[in-house]
């Protein structure tokens, strides 16, 4: 049994009685008659032959590793090795006893498995780990100096060592074996094995030396760069850089850089690096136009979406949605319905272009027409359940940006009259009662979404939220409240929420403490609305003001924070 095979045998274990051993059990089984007769007239494994010993000691040894027992797992398939001639069988044995720390039985598995493969290098790599293990340095490098000029020795080196299950031997070692094999991909393959480890300064000092070595190893420089993106981000950045600039070619670096570069915040950066990426790679020039978007950069834009623009024609239907995109982000409404209405019924992308269509409508003020692109897709019979949702809640954006609360109220009714209760709809139900004032109405929605989900945190924080801010009901919004906060216990709403009771309750200290928290999680305006309005009733006019103004400047046109200055006088 090869050693894949050995790691799937509980998988095969029923093919296996019904192949080898099931007519042996029917005929025995038959023989004995009844449960309860006195003995089990089973032939006894004297009676077998070797290759069904052997086949019963593997089985033997499956049960026990579902049992755990290692030690017992090495013994079995020691014994099915002997019993066989198949070389991976002692390979397999071998690797059971290293890692049941069976001295005796490696020993023998390894003799037996040169025997049976006098020719076979990967045995020396096990013998030098075994060496290893007993900490025989020494005798470990001297097993495999031989092979130092081998490509695969790095491999087999990794494949050995992780049946040792004492890594303090093990990964000082590695050093030894990278300077001994001094290639980039020995390097990496050591250096992947120290982080497997969870050694990451083994895989570290690894890759220092390889760096220092080859330092104008691009790839050498990418796999560091991997390495300590979270540890020295900024280490990783000029890896990737110098590997850029070594390979400019190299559409994986550049994506790469992008992505470090996007993560530090330079997300022009990540645009600009794509932008200088030869050739007319589509999928590079859709990331570009990503980050292009994030940076909001027109330049950057327009490069990308001239780059996309001069791709070879006709345009398949995934970069017509790019290009509509382009028409979006360049405020050319017209264009972008033009550019997603080429794409075709049939075309995978369909329904979202016309999402798009509808929401560009309802961006220009063309509601009625919005309305219609919606019913016209719902007529067609060929949403999903969540393109179907996505129709309402857009069709309510769309009567609520127009002012019409009675209509966006309906598009929601229709929704669950077509898909009841379905918690998205239900939630932006609640949300629009609200916004109407009609608290009954939006409490019954929030209480039938916990009903259908009881850890539903959102809901849960949004009743809470609902009863602190339009009743006097402060005992019932904060335990709802509290019950979120254990379900998302840093939500920077939920801690909002429970600010804004607290304060309700008059308790201000811990009031302004949980908003605070919230406001540094997540600098929303409404959050420093609550907030500034804490602070102001603490007597802390000033800082109020400040956290307001702070605001404003971020959010001038938040409803909340401008009817919180009006209550005010500011």
């Known amino acids: 049994m090869s050693d ?14 019904s192949l080898t051993l099931l007519p042996w059990l029917l005929v025995a089984c038959a023989a004995t008659g009844p449960r309860d007769a006195p003995e089990a007239a089973l032939a006894p494994p004297s009676q077998l032959d070797n290759p069904g010993k052997a086949l019963a000691s593997r089985i033997g040894a499956e049960f026990a590793r579902q049992d755990g027992r290692e030690a017992d797992v090495a013994l079995e398939l020691a014994a099915s090795a002997r019993l066989s001639d198949r070389p991976e069988l ?31 290098k990967l045995v020396d790599a096990y013998a030098a780990a075994m ?21 695969k ?43 497997t480890a969870k050694a990451p300064e083994f895989a570290r000092d690894i890759l220092d030396s390889a760096i220092e070595r080859a330092p104008e190893d691009a790839i050498l420089r990418a796999y560091r760069a991997r390495l300590v993106q979270e540890s020295n981000p900024e280490l ?68 990308a979406c001239k780059r996309l ?39 995978a992308e369909f329904v979202e272009a016309q999402m798009r269509i509808a929401a560009v409508q309802v961006q220009g003020a063309q509601f009625a027409d919005s309305q219609k692109t919606l019913e016209q897709l ?22 609520a940006t127009a002012n019409d609360d009675k209509l966006a109220l309906d598009a929601l009714n229709r929704g669950l009259d077509a898909l009841p209760d379905d918690q998205d709809l239900l939630y932006a139900r609640s949300l629009r009662h609200e916004n109407v004032g009609d608290i009954k109405g939006a409490e019954a929605d929030l209480r039938r979404l916990i009903e259908i989900d009881p850890e539903n945190a959102d809901a849960l924080n949004a009743l809470g939220y609902t009863l602190a801010d339009n009743t006097k009901r402060y005992q019932e919004a904060l335990s709802l409240i509290e019950q979120a906060m254990v379900l998302k216990p840093d939500d920077a709403a939920i801690l909002d929420s429970m600010g804004w009771v607290k304060f309700h309750m008059g308790e201000l200290d811990e009031a302004i403490s949980l908003l605070k928290a919230a406001y540094e999680k997540q600098a929303e305006a409404e959050i420093a609305a609550h907030l500034g309005e804490a602070l102001w009733q603490a007597g802390r006019e000033d800082e109020a003001r400040l956290v307001w103004e702070e605001a404003k400047a971020q959010q001038p046109e938040d409803p909340a924070l401008i009817n919180t200055l009006k209550r005010y006088g500011l």
């Open 378 to 399: 719902r007529e067609a019979g060929t949403l999903n359940r969540e393109e179907l949702v996505r129709t309402y809640l857009l069709e309510s954006e769309s009567a």
């Open 4 to 17: 894949q095979e050995m790691t799937n045998v509980p998988h095969q274990i029923p093919r296996l009685l």
């Open 131 to 151: 060496a290893l293990g007993k900490g025989k340095t020494s005798d470990a490098t001297a097993l495999i100096t031989p092979r130092q000029d081998d490509p």
């Open 309 to 347: 623009a001069g791709l070879d024609k006709p345009h398949p239907s995934q970069r017509l949605q790019l290009l509509g995109t382009c028409a979006e982000l360049a405020e050319d409404a017209a264009e972008a319905i033009r550019v997603y209405r080429q794409i075709g019924k049939d075309d």
């Open 90 to 120: 002692a390979r397999t044995a071998l690797r059971a006893a290293m890692r049941a720390r069976n001295d005796a039985v490696s020993t023998e598995m390894l003799s037996r498995w040169r025997a049976l493969a006098p020719d076979d």
């Open 236 to 303: 990783a950045r000029a890896d990737l850089q110098q590997a850029v600039l070594l390979k400019p070619d190299s559409r994986e670096l550049r994506l790469s850089l992008a992505a470090v570069e996007d993560l530090q915040g330079r997300t022009d950066l990540a645009a600009r690096v794509l932008e200088a990426f030869p050739g007319k790679d589509e999928d590079v020039i859709g990331v570009q136009l990503a980050y292009a978007a994030k940076s909001e950069d027109p330049a950057l834009i327009t490069s």
């Open 153 to 195: 020795l790095p491999t087999d080196m990794v494949e050995a060592l992780r049946w040792l299950p004492d890594l303090d031997r093990i990964l000082p070692f590695l050093s030894t074996l990278a300077d001994l094999s001094p290639t980039a991909a020995a390097a990496i393959t050591y250096s992947r094995f120290a982080d």
